[in-house]
């Protein structure tokens, strides 16, 4: 069955610190794979998403993502984070086979001036 | 396009009352989904439509929850009875079609759904 891990529930960071935020799947055929952040009170927006080339994808808002097939991973990085960045990340993926879009339990960011 | 468009944002009912999530896609999308998120569970996938028929509905709960589309611009979600432990934020999703799989979703602003 196709499933999603995030490894980090809760993160906290300063400002200017770096980020990376763990997200892995399980699942052994072509998959479409996004992240998707959740600002407070708000619906979820779309971070990033790959569905093939390169494997190193950026988004908005500075960050970027690498897909890394033989570790089915897909973690997300921003080298610098700010205040503005407080909020929930979720990781998900589609897989071809199913159309399922299944998303990970989310990893809560908390970025301190 | 106003985006997914869901209805009510704040729904408040007493155990035992049936209740009627709605959702209005966006125009053109094919893929429809209802996510239900939790502090305990997070975003957890209930029932996905693909040209308004039901695909997979593994994730609905119980016989309690049942979910239509009639049409490629409406959507409901229904928990009859509802219980306290419904109590979450209702998301509805849409998203188009293409090869290999559907594009990204975009996602409706939630009904925050109380159970007393």
């Known amino acids: 069955a196709q499933s999603v891990s995030q490894h980090n529930h809760h993160v906290i960071l300063s400002e200017a610190a770096s980020l990376e935020l763990g997200c892995n799947y399980s699942y052994g055929g072509t998959v479409n794979l996004f992240w998707y952040v959740q600002y407070p009170g708000q619906h979820l927006q779309l971070l990033l998403k790959?569905?093939?080339?390169?494997?190193l994808v950026k988004g908005i808002k500075g960050f970027e993502a690498e897909f890394i097939k033989s570790k089915f991973s897909f973690n997300l990085r921003k080298p610098s984070v700010q205040w503005s960045d407080t909020a929930e990340y979720f990781c998900?993926?589609?897989?071809?086979?199913?159309?399922?879009?299944?998303f990970g339990t989310g990893t809560r960011l908390q970025v301190f001036p | 396009d106003a985006g997914v468009i869901q209805s009510p944002r704040h729904e408040v009912t007493e155990m035992g009352q049936e209740v009627t999530l709605r959702c209005k896609p966006i125009s053109g999308h094919d893929y429809l989904f209802w996510y239900r998120q939790t502090m305990m569970r997070g975003l957890e996938l209930l029932i996905y439509f693909n040209n308004n028929v039901p695909i997979d509905d593994s994730g609905m709960p119980e016989d309690r929850f049942s979910a239509k589309m009639p049409n490629a611009s409406f959507s409901t979600l229904k928990i009859q009875p509802s219980e306290p432990r419904d109590s979450a934020v209702y998301f509805c999703a849409s998203s188009l079609g293409q090869t290999g799989g559907s594009s990204e979703a975009f996602f409706g602003q939630g009904t925050r759904l109380t159970v007393v």
């Open positions: 998900a993926v589609n897989a071809w086979s199913t159309d399922k879009l299944i």
């Open positions: 790959y569905f093939s080339g390169d494997p």
